[in-house]
C-alpha cells in the first residue's frame, strides 16, 4: 500500500515527466504556410493615383540554406526546425507582396510561366530574399519569438524602361507562454506585412511610373 508522501512523491514525478517531454525538441521540421493578414480599412477609400498597374514575378532565394527558416530551441534540450512554403520561400513572399498590394487597394497581379496569358501592365516588381529568420526559444512557462527579413526589390517601369531599386528589412519579436506553431507563422505574416508598408511608403507614382520620394 502507497503512503500519502508516495503516491504524492510519483504524481510529481509523473508531471516533470510530461513537462520534459513537452519541453524537447525531436529535431523534427514543422512547416508554415503564411497568408496576409487583411488590415482593418481593407477595401475602403480609392485607387492609387494614376491607376497604375503592377504585376509581380515570382522572388529570388539567395539565402545560403533554403530548406528552413528557423528553428526552436526548448527548455530541457533538443530542436524543431522551422520551413515556410514547403521550401518555396521565394514563391511565398511573392504572393505575399500581392495579397499585401491588393488589401491595400493596388491594382496587382501575378505573372505567368505561360507568356500568352501575362496581363499588361505598367510596373513590374521583383524581389530577391536575402534573408529570413524564424526563431524560437522556450523557457520555463514561456517562448521568445523573433522574426527578421531582408528583401531586395527592383522595381522597372514599362513607360521609360526606368528602374528603382531598395534594399529593406524588417523584423519582430512576441513572448507567448503557451507556444503554438501558428505563433510564428502570424510573426512572419506581420513582418512582411511592415516589409511592404516601408516599400510602397517610399515609392510615388508619376506619369505611370514609380519613383523614389524626395527625402528618401
Known sequence: MKTPSTSLCLFWCLVAA????????????????????????????????????ILVHPFQDARAKQDRVGTRTHLWGGVTH?????????????????EYL???????????????????????????????????????????????MKVRFEAKNMVDGSSVRMVLGANGSDTVGMF???????LINL?????????????MVKDKAFHIRQGN
Open 180 to 186: 503554438a506553431p501558428k505563433d510564428v507563422g502570424r
Open 82 to 98: 522551422f520551413s515556410a512554403w514547403n521550401g518555396k520561400i521565394s514563391e511565398g513572399m511573392a504572393n505575399l507582396a500581392i
Open 18 to 53: 510530461l513537462i520534459i517531454s513537452g519541453c524537447q525538441g525531436s529535431g523534427h521540421t514543422i512547416n508554415f504556410d503564411p497568408r496576409a493578414l487583411a488590415s482593418p480599412s481593407a477595401k475602403v477609400g480609392t485607387q492609387h493615383d494614376g491607376d497604375l498597374t
Open 102 to 148: 491588393q488589401d491595400q487597394q493596388w491594382r496587382a497581379s501575378k505573372s505567368s510561366t505561360d507568356a500568352a496569358s501575362i496581363p499588361s501592365s505598367d510596373v513590374t516588381l521583383t524581389g530577391t530574399v536575402l534573408s529570413l529568420n524564424a526563431n524560437a526559444k522556450s523557457g520555463f512557462g514561456f517562448t521568445d519569438i523573433d522574426v527578421d
Open 191 to 203: 513582418v512582411a506585412k511592415d516589409l511592404y508598408k516601408q516599400l510602397f511608403q517610399d515609392l
